[in-house]
């Protein structure tokens, strides 16, 4: 029995201005934080759009979500490693 496989479109030159997009705003992410949610958002859905229509730059969309998705983790370490610093020295304070 013959395999049938959907028809996907024939790749064609362009590149999703999505995946640009995206990218760019995971780079941002690096001195401004929504910039990465958002770079993470928007590569999501270029790779969607990249599916569906067959466009270059899937590359591009996966780099965005890559380093979106590590920034962010980053940050969030940060912010915890902030946060038990803070308290430690309130908690020192507290006792003296």
């Given at each position: 029995m013959p395999r049938i496989t959907p028809a996907t479109p024939p790749p064609s030159g362009h590149i999703n201005s999505m995946a640009l997009v995206a990218f760019a705003l995971s780079v941002l992410g690096i001195f401004v934080l929504p910039g990465a949610?958002?770079?993470?958002?928007?590569?999501?859905?270029?790779?969607?759009?990249?599916r569906r229509s067959g466009e270059q730059g899937d590359a591009w969309a996966l780099a965005a979500l890559i380093l979106g998705y590590l920034l962010m983790l980053l940050s969030i370490a940060g912010l915890l490693l902030f946060g038990g610093f803070m308290i430690t020295m309130f908690g020192v304070m507290a006792i003296m």
């Open positions: 949610l958002g770079g993470v958002v928007c590569g999501h859905l270029a790779r969607r759009q990249i």
